[in-house]
């Protein structure tokens, strides 16, 4: 039984090349969000392609000018569309919810070969005045899409015997 190899292999991308992604690519990691468990299916998520260079320059500075977001010929601005539930654990969902679009988004995009980096270091008023999100919601992650420049390397991991147990913690 082997890993799936998009996961065996995963590793953020922060060099790209110019070269534009595909169309239909870009739809198949975009169904991948689509597709994501969310709690209660409420699919509270909004997901805004940018892919206008100048779009993506304003929101590099916004992300304190690191320089793969302006890089990357897609960011993808993963929003929610509602913040307001809480789960019976007391925790709020949007934010899990959108990992869970995003780790989706991610994995595709591995299968299209492409590279792909999370990105949450960024001045989240900046960003919604940039792409006009609603006052009410937020830009919960960036997603970096790409052709990468070179192969990354994958980092290191805790080996699984220190971050499991079993029956007890
Ligand atoms: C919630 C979250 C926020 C992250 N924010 C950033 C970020 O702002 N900039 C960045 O370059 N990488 C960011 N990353 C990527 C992580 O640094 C990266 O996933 C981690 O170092 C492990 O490396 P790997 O993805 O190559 O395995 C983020 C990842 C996650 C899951």
Redesign the pocket.
């Known amino acids: 039984m082997e890993l799936i190899p998009q996961i065996a292999e995963?590793?953020?991308t922060?060099n790209f090349t110019s070269e534009e992604v595909d169309a239909e690519a870009l739809t198949r990691i975009l169904e991948a969000g689509r597709k994501a468990p969310s709690a209660k299916n409420r699919q509270p998520w909004r997901f805004i392609v940018v892919e206008n260079e100048s779009i993506r320059a304003q929101i590099e500075a916004a992300?304190f000018g690191?320089e793969?977001v302006g890089q990357a010929p897609v960011i993808i601005a993963a929003c929610t569309t509602n913040v307001d539930y809480r789960m019976p654990n007391g925790q709020w969902s949007y934010p899990i919810d959108i990992?869970m679009a995003v780790s989706f988004m991610m994995l595709q995009a591995a299968r299209e070969n492409l590279g792909a980096?999370?990105?949450?270091?960024?001045d989240e008023q900046e960003i919604k005045e940039i792409l006009t999100v609603p006052y009410s919601m937020r830009v919960v992650?960036l997603l970096l899409v790409g052709h990468p420049a070179e192969k990354?390397f994958?980092?290191q991991?805790k080996p699984l015997k220190r971050i499991v147990s079993h029956n007890h913690w």
């Open positions: 995963w590793a953020s922060r992300a690191q793969h990992a980096c999370v990105v949450t270091t960024f992650m990354p994958p980092t991991r």
